[in-house]
């Protein structure tokens, strides 16, 4: 008998944000790349603005239009970028919809079109980080929830188990930031009644 022909492997094209402040999510997604089975062939690509004046997202925009792919995956704070995106099937990570949860304003209409309904819209699968995350991504941003799919964020194996439990009676606990997606109001509920010490990085409200 004939061998079989190998599989074609499924080329994904990983979309960055411009390097800015933030990198925990690029972070993520290169440790998921680093992992990947070896029929996919994965490519980072950087986006090449950063910022949020219109020639940055028309450049960004403009970017995305030339990218191919088997699969476009995108993540980071550019979802406009799938409006870019023709005809490939687009993957678009979404963590939380907080940017739009203030008081309705022309700024968070056009946020909230360009970032959130939009890229949804002509996504082919929204991947997010919780059920919670899911359903305000749902409300807010009016991406049907079916199209919605929680993920749970991976850790980096650079994270191990510690190799033998702590000697203090009173463990301290490193809780870093304050603002709400830092979840300390949960944290605090689950410590209560614990013989710890919890310390924060950030002023709690």
């Not at 990983?14 to 402040?21: A, K």
């Not at 970017?63 to 550019?78: P, S």
């Not at 929680?150 to 994270?159: D, G, K, Q, Y």
Request: hydrophobic share 40%.
């Amino acid at each position: 008998m004939p061998t079989p022909a190998p599989e074609t492997p499924c080329n994904v094209q990983m979309l960055f944000r411009h390097p800015g402040r933030f990198v925990s999510l690029e972070q993520v997604f290169g440790e998921i790349a680093a992992h990947l089975p070896d029929d996919i062939n994965c490519v980072r690509d950087i986006a090449p603005r950063g910022g949020t004046s219109p020639s940055a997202l028309a450049a960004n925009v403009r970017w995305a239009n030339g990218r191919t792919a088997d699969v476009i995956h995108i993540t980071g704070d550019i979802q406009y970028a799938a409006l870019g995106v023709r005809r490939t099937p687009v993957v678009l990570t979404i963590p939380d919809a907080r940017a739009v949860a203030g008081p309705t304003s022309l700024r968070q209409t056009i946020l909230r079109l360009l970032w959130f309904t939009l890229p949804g819209r002509r996504a082919t699968a929204v991947t997010t980080l919780s059920e919670a995350a899911r359903s305000e991504i749902a409300q807010r941003c009016a991406i049907p929830a079916a199209k919605i799919r929680v993920l749970p964020c991976c850790a980096s194996p650079a994270f191990t188990p510690y190799a033998a439990p702590p000697t203090d009676p009173r463990p301290r606990i490193l809780h870093v930031g304050t603002t709400p997606n830092k979840n300390l109001n949960r944290l605090a509920d689950a410590l209560e009644g614990l013989p710890c010490a919890l310390q924060i990085l950030g002023e709690p409200t």
